[in-house]
């Protein structure tokens, strides 16, 4: 953490390969179950509630309005009735990074019939989704349009990853083209998971309300930040970028046809800080946490600071930048300060919040 | 070639099959056999509840069969439909379980003075049941021999394992039976407290089937005699990997921190254990690997070590006469630890302690995320297999 925290003052982007925080993390692990058992975890059951309605709740509502827009501006545009391919292009990319936002949530509403999957399909190595479609498009069966059978569909054809497909790969959608009308049906689709998932969260969020374990919304806010981060390092970024430079694939990026790879990973990210940071009127999680331990707080505020800072001087896409050698080490840069925050999260934060994510790491055999 | 993803996409069709309404596009839905294939795995439900489950390459629910505690090793049957579930170190159950339906066929208790110490293994002609067992009152590791009559387990014999705390057992493909005796002596009494930590002798033994005694044995260094010996895998070659813990927990200073090498290899003419470090510093496994697994062509290696939620990939090609071979990526993955092959050369399937499983392959660094959010939802214990 020194090191960490005199990069800081000396004004340097931290980037360390991976801090070596899970002995301290586990040590602190070890007094949790001394020290946190006791105060007060109806503070914990509040926070997570909290943040659900504050923070999370207007993400979903937001998903939910504009994927609504896209799918109007699709349909608008397949019966030749006002909008144009770009437009709908600019809706999706909205959409995408509204989605981007919520992705890491993969519980609760989102985890109910394969929503989250269905929404984004990514990684998809073997591209299933094209085969998919393209077989639906040479099939052109009208029955596949109806939205109670596209409520069923499989997930590679269902959401946002297959729009982004129809969208983006030549040859585009031509206006009563059955290309168009099956767009047309996945951006409904898309549109209705959008809304069960803004709907049904404040239910769910009751459930932690009258969950026996007070610590249960936090656990899977935690359990959500450390994983989308492992994600974004290991598959968004570490994908694409290969082992080295002649090894960079462009196809191997979450949204390469789009070119808004760089894009979702910001909203990953935000999603992340947000959780942490809260907003003017919700405290985030770094509420709890440097009730517990300062400097800890501290870091984490730092690592956001420059990391947001990094991201902001990124003018470029991804797409672009894996293959360009200086940009690619900016890239680095990121993947290293994600890495920290994935350690932060996993080893310190759970550790002095009294978390454990799995079982394994405290028991094996 | 057995294409992984090829069977995954016909996976992604089935499913799209099974929910029926996409009832159009018949060419879809046309080559949709396959899907025999099934993972295994004991696993805890939200509620902390003990299962041992099936699903397959999409991560979909086959089965979940209650259990009375936490289960760890699975023996397959080489022949009959059945597996056997053992139970966690220290353990006392033994279930036997069909497949693929997942029905509970019976369950057994350990014998008197024994408790089960975790894995299984079936003979290859499928009549008999090894299982790893602690013989506490006498501290000495021992194999109980079952017999299987096509229906019901029963015991019949028992030998020594030829050290204490046998823990992984798996058969050799010259139908010897491996022993990995971890060295480390437990008590009933004392849970799972080491009681031997300063005269720990651990050693992978040989044990001939159709005697029951042990024909080979092999040693660490002295030095190394804390190095407990755990799990195992054979390659396709024959080359065994066993997988390191160092004894001691967090009570001893040194034992989370000291450079230890945490694999050993022995390969078909070798006549000692190579001892292999790991690409990086304790600081990220803390010593301790959970589980070790060759890919369906013995080339690639996969090691587990969910105490720093890392998964590190050795590729055993030789790259010169001296070289064992190399490490390649090494990835972070929440609580990982059970791990399997997947049914492409390279490739991995992964799973987590806090939920989810991964196919992942070290060459080009691929991830593929199972969908289903079945495997999402349950803790993964830290032994998986495929049928």
Redesign the interface.
């Known amino acids: 953490m020194t090191s960490l925290l005199s990069a800081l003052h000396s004004g340097q982007t931290p980037t360390l390969k ?1 801090p ?1 925080h ?2 301290t993390g ?1 040590c602190l692990l ?1 007094l949790a179950n001394i020290t946190w058992a006791a105060p007060a975890p109806e503070l914990e059951r509040q926070l997570a509630m909290d943040i659900g309605h504050k923070l999370i709740q207007p993400a979903y509502q937001r998903l939910a309005e504009i994927t609504d827009h896209l799918s109007h501006d699709t349909e608008a545009y397949c019966q030749m009735a006002g909008s144009s391919l770009e437009a709908v292009q600019r809706s999706y990319r909205d959409s995408l990074n509204a989605w981007m936002r919520v992705q890491a949530i ?2 609760g509403p989102a ?2 019939y ?1 929503r ?2 269905s929404m984004y ?1 990514w ?1 998809d ?2 591209n ?1 989704s094209s ?2 479609l393209n ?2 498009i ?2 052109a ?4 349009l109806d939205p ?9 054809v269902s959401g946002l990853s297959a729009i982004e497909r129809l969208l983006f790969d030549a040859p585009p959608p031509q206006p009563n083209s059955y290309r168009c009308q099956l767009l047309s049906a996945i951006s409904a689709n898309t549109a209705r998971i959008s809304q069960l998932l803004a709907a049904e969260w404040p239910a769910y969020m009751q459930q932690w309300q009258a969950d026996s374990d007070p610590l249960k919304g936090i656990r899977l806010l935690l ?1 959500s930040m ?2 989308i981060a ?1 994600i974004i ?3 968004k970024l ?2 694409p970028m ?2 080295e430079l002649s090894k960079a694939r462009i196809s191997r990026a979450e949204s390469y046809r789009s070119a808004s790879s760089l894009a979702n990973i910001r909203a990953n990210w935000a999603f992340i800080t947000s959780l942490l940071q809260g907003n003017s009127d919700q405290p985030g999680l770094l509420k709890l946490i440097s009730r517990e331990n300062d400097e800890l707080a501290e870091t984490l505020r730092g690592l956001i600071f420059t990391t947001d800072h990094l991201l902001k001087a990124m003018d470029f896409t991804l797409e672009h930048a894996i293959s360009d050698p200086e940009q690619r080490g900016k890239l680095m840069m990121l993947q290293a300060n994600i ?1 920290t925050m ?1 350690s932060l999260l ?1 080893a310190d934060v759970s550790g002095t919040l009294g978390i454990t ?5 405290r028991d ?2 | 070639m057995p294409d992984y ?2 069977s ?2 016909q996976l ?2 089935r ?2 099959a099974l ?10 839905l046309a080559d949709t056999a396959d899907g025999q294939d099934l993972i295994l795995s004991a696993f ?1 439900d939200q509620h902390g509840q003990h299962f041992f489950g099936g699903f397959d390459e999409l991560g979909s629910q086959r089965f979940a069969v209650p259990l009375p505690g936490r289960a ?1 090793g699975i023996a397959i049957h080489p022949s009959d439909s059945v597996c056997a579930v053992i139970a ?2 220290a353990g006392t159950f033994l279930s036997i379980v069909s497949l693929p339906e997942g029905r509970h066929l019976q369950t057994l208790n350990n014998p008197a003075q024994r408790r089960f110490y ?1 894995h299984a293994a079936f003979s290859p002609d499928g009549q008999r049941l090894f299982t790893s067992e602690n013989d506490y009152e006498h501290q000495r590791g021992v194999i109980g021999v079952w017999q299987w009559d096509g229906q019901q387990l029963r015991r019949t014999d028992e030998w020594l394992s030829g050290g204490e705390g046998p ?1 992984e057992v798996i058969m050799h493909p010259d139908s010897q039976l491996l022993v990995a005796n971890g060295g480390v002596i437990t008590h009933p009494d004392t849970g799972r407290d080491m009681l031997n930590l300063d005269t720990m002798h651990p050693n992978l033994s040989f044990i001939d089937i159709q005697t029951g005694q042990v024909s080979r044995q092999l040693d660490l260094p002295s030095a190394l005699h804390r190095l407990s010996i ?1 799990h195992l895998s054979v390659s396709s070659s024959g080359v065994i990997a066993c997988a390191l ?1 160092y004894a001691g927990g ?1 009570a001893l200073p040194d034992s ?2 000291k450079v230890v090498p945490l694999l050993a290899l022995l390969r078909p003419h070798d006549n000692h254990l190579q001892l292999v470090h790991l690409p990086e510093g304790p ?2 496994h ?1 010593n ?1 690997i ?1 589980s070790v697994c060759w890919d369906i062509d013995g080339h690639w290696l996969a090691l587990t070590a ?4 890392r998964a590190y990939f050795f590729n055993a090609l030789p790259q010169d006469e001296n070289s064992a071979g190399r490490w390649g ?1 090494s ?7 059970g791990i399997t092959q997947d049914s492409a050369a390279g490739s991995f399937i992964i799973s ?5 499983i991964i196919s992942y392959s070290p060459m080009d ?5 199972m ?3 079945f495997v ?2 349950q ?4 032994h998986m297999t495929r049928t």
């Not at chain 1, 069966?141 to 596949?144: E, L």
């Not at chain 1, 994510?357 to 790491?361: I, Q």
């Not at chain 2, 969910?306 to 939620?309: D, L, M």
Request: hydrophobic share 30%; charged share 25%; net charge positive.
């Open positions: 991976r070596r899970a002995l586990l070890a993969n519980w985890e109910k394969n989250n999957p399909f990684p190595k073997k299933i085969r998919q077989t639906l040479n099939n069966d009208p029955a596949v109670a059978a596209f409520s069923q569909a499989s997930i590679a359990k450390d994983e492992q390092s290991q598959q570490a994908m290969g082992s890495d994935q996993s994510l799995g079982f394994n790491s094996g055999d | 993803c090829v995954r996409r992604l069709q499913s799209l929910t029926a309404a996409l009832s159009g596009p018949a060419k879809v805890d760890h966690r170190r975790g823990h755990r813990q967090v989370a921190s600081e990220f803390r301790y959970g969910p105490q720093g939620s990526a990835i972070t993955y929440s609580d990982t630890c987590s302690g806090s939920g989810g660094g691929d991830w593929q995320p969908p289903d959010s999402r939802r803790r993964w214990d830290n």
